[in-house]
């Protein structure tokens, strides 16, 4: 039997021993899309999308990055036969980990990127 929080109390999700409150307000969509993303300013680096929603993403790069530090994220979608839709977005980490040779890093956007949405829609 699945139990449900009463309205407006968070669920809580356990992590070993730690409890603590699911953040998560938007559903992800599974990807693997070649983004860029730029820890410094004008400093892009290579990085895949494992998944994304309108308010964050989850990228395996090939460094560690640093609880809350700023970040720049740039997904560029390429169809055939039409433009390159390009959509930018800036947030800060909110988690790495190592996993296997590269890390993956989950990044919350500070707002929703302009034309996300209409991303998303497409990438789906």
Same mark, same amino acid.
């Given at each position: 039997?699945?139990?449900?929080?009463?309205?407006?109390?968070?669920?809580?999700?356990?992590?070993?021993?730690?409890?603590?409150?699911?953040?998560?307000?938007?559903?992800?969509?599974?990807?693997?899309?070649?983004?860029?993303?730029? +820890?410094?300013?004008? /400093?892009? !680096?290579? $990085?895949?999308?494992?998944? &994304?929603?309108?308010? *964050?993403?989850?990228?395996?790069?090939?460094?560690?990055?640093?609880?809350?530090?700023?970040? +720049?994220?740039?997904? /560029?979608? !390429?169809? $055939?036969?039409?433009?390159? &839709?390009?959509?930018? *977005?800036?947030?800060?980490?909110?988690?790495?980990?190592?996993?296997?040779?590269?890390?993956?890093?989950?990044?919350?956007?500070?707002?929703?990127?302009?034309?996300?949405?209409?991303?998303?829609?497409?990438?789906?």
């Amino acid at each position: 039997m699945a139990l449900n929080p009463a309205p407006g109390t968070q669920k809580t999700t356990t992590t070993g021993s730690i409890k603590r409150p699911n953040r998560r307000i938007t559903a992800r969509i599974a990807c693997r899309l070649s983004v860029s993303y730029a +820890a410094t300013p004008g /400093e892009w !680096r290579p $990085a895949t999308a494992m998944d &994304l929603s309108r308010l *964050g993403c989850r990228l395996r790069t090939g460094e560690d990055l640093p609880r809350d530090k700023k970040v +720049a994220v740039r997904v /560029e979608f !390429r169809m $055939a036969d039409e433009p390159v &839709l390009t959509v930018d *977005g800036a947030g800060k980490v909110m988690w790495s980990r190592l996993e296997g040779l590269s890390y993956q890093t989950g990044i919350q956007f500070d707002s929703e990127p302009v034309g996300l949405s209409d991303l998303l829609g497409i990438a789906r």
